[in-house]
């Protein structure tokens, strides 16, 4: 098996230049000269004594947060594309090797001698994936994952934020001695959640800042006879409380329960959003959860069904990354298209 270390002096490369669109990298002297960052990562201590410059990505969010700060030259692989690369990434990513079409193994993390591991998911640091981040930092390899699925439930942070959404990115850019870029994507994307926010229809929050009484929304993620959808504490509760809309489901203890069809009909959504996944299971795509539902004698009564009122976001979207903000536009400029 291949030992793997980070280097213990600062090598002289030339980095990427800070954009969010995964274009050409130009020169900056800045990142080199960054010195030792120390975080604590969902309850574990990750230590960077230089900024890395060979990183693996374990799934597609992680993949996409580092071409938007510019840092497709500093990564040695990736890993588990669950949709279409973001058309203005893809250029960036083309140049990444793909190590394997979920998660790699942890034979083929080593050969790829890493100085760095980011995932979103503790599933990508399993046994039979890329082994734990603590057998990952006893080969001198700090592994980062995202704060909202931590390995321990109490180390987790239990409700996504567009904010935790953003700490998440100034982390990464913090590990990479490249903050400037951090900076640049975050105001890029807060001011398309503005500009969102401020053109929904139903955007009217009370003074306390909670959602309007504007209307309901069940976002719909997979199955048909067991329905995942939507509940407390995720994504979808972030982008219903920007546009002034109420999830349907806020007040399942779950961020993502099993729901059934009949209580689903009792709440009869104004509106529903659909996932539309690219894995290819029963109820994955959006058009297959539009056909199941036109058909099924509970669902077919539904108000939002008989108006034909959906919206389709990717499926990826709906987890916590870059990607967020396309479904905040997307369900935004939905609700206008079918408003009543």
Known sequence: ?????????????????????????????????????????????????????????????????????????????????????????????????????????????????????????????APDAAGSRADLAKLGVPAYLSEFACENPADTNQTVTFDGISDEIRDIASVFGVPERADKLIREQQSRLDAARGAAPTATPNATGQPGTGESLLWYYSGTSTPYVAGHGGVPDAISSLLGVRNTFTDASQKWPAGNWEEIAKRNPDVIVLADLTRGGDGDSAQSKIDFLRRNPVTSKLKAVLDGRFVTVPGSSMDPSIRSVQAAELVGTGLRGTAR
Do not use: W
């Open 1 to 125: 098996m291949k030992t793997v270390f980070i280097a213990t002096s600062l090598c002289v490369v030339l980095a990427a230049a800070g954009c969010s669109n995964g274009g050409a990298p130009t020169p900056n002297a800045q990142s080199h000269l960054a010195g030792p960052v120390n975080l604590t990562n969902c309850g574990q201590p990750v230590s960077i004594t230089a900024p890395p410059q060979r990183a693996i990505t374990l799934e597609q969010n992680a993949t996409e947060i580092m071409l938007s700060l510019g840092l497709a030259d500093r990564m040695v692989g990736t890993s588990y594309q669950t949709d279409p690369v973001l058309p203005d990434l893809r250029p960036a990513y083309d140049t990444v090797p793909v190590l394997a079409k979920l998660y790699p193994s942890r034979e083929a993390v080593r050969a790829a001698n890493p100085d760095f591991v980011y995932s979103t998911y503790t599933s990508a640091f």
